[in-house]
């Protein structure tokens, strides 16, 4: 449904800017592996400086595991807007940042171990993934409730496309948690992602 002020937006070469954040809750244990393809991504990030490319790549990685782990999805969410200011959007962007960073276990601890501990880590069986991402242009599979089995199956491999079409400006990922050995109770998820709908 296009709006008057989209409609004008259109007429006066403006772009338009999806900015939007999905959350997709994970449980079991077969979901592990999935901290570290998180984490690698996670690294190759920092390592590459932020570089959209590389933060793509890594986008499209995690989409498709978590694709291949729809039998685990629990719950879902996502909020977002469209905005005709580049801005505007960025301004956006960083909000969902700050929120997602201040979730439930979402930064990894930097700190480096002891290098003699024996390595033991308990698995979780509770993963929240955060994905937050500006797009250009339309795109219908994002600027709809996600909250349901096809509809986030459709968001994802819209971002997978975004990427490929270099339409992607904006990339972030933060989950809970965000490191192995951290657990993340089903009561905890109830607390600190409260937006989460089951699927």
């Not at 993963?127 to 339309?138: D, H, K, N, Q, R």
């Not at 997978?160 to 951290?182: E, M, T, W």
């Given at each position: ?43 190759s990030a920092i390592e590459s ?24 999805w629990q719950a879902a969410a ?122």
């Amino acid at each position: 449904m296009s709006s008057l002020s989209d409609r004008w937006n259109r007429l006066t070469g403006k772009t338009r800017f999806v900015v939007c954040r999905i959350m997709v809750h994970l449980t079991g244990s077969e979901t592990n592996p999935l901290l570290g393809v998180l984490n690698r991504v996670g690294q190759s990030a920092i390592e590459s400086e932020g570089d959209l490319e590389v933060l793509g790549e890594g986008l499209v990685e995690i989409c498709q595991h978590l694709l291949q782990l729809e039998p685990y999805w629990q719950a879902a969410a996502n909020e977002g807007d469209v905005i005709w200011d580049e801005g505007e959007a960025a301004d956006y962007v960083n909000e969902l940042f700050t929120d997602s960073a201040q979730r439930y276990l979402s930064q990894p601890a930097l700190e480096e171990g002891d290098e003699d501990e024996t390595l033991v880590l308990p698995t979780t069986d509770n993963v929240v993934v955060m994905l937050t991402v500006a797009g250009e242009g339309e795109i219908p599979d994002l600027e709809t409730d996600l909250a349901e089995a096809e509809a986030l199956r459709y968001g994802l491999k819209a971002l997978i496309n975004l990427h490929y079409q270099n339409k992607l400006h904006a990339i972030q990922v933060h989950f809970s948690p965000a490191r192995f050995g951290d657990e993340l109770t089903s009561e905890q998820v109830l607390e600190n992602f409260p937006e989460l709908i089951p699927l």
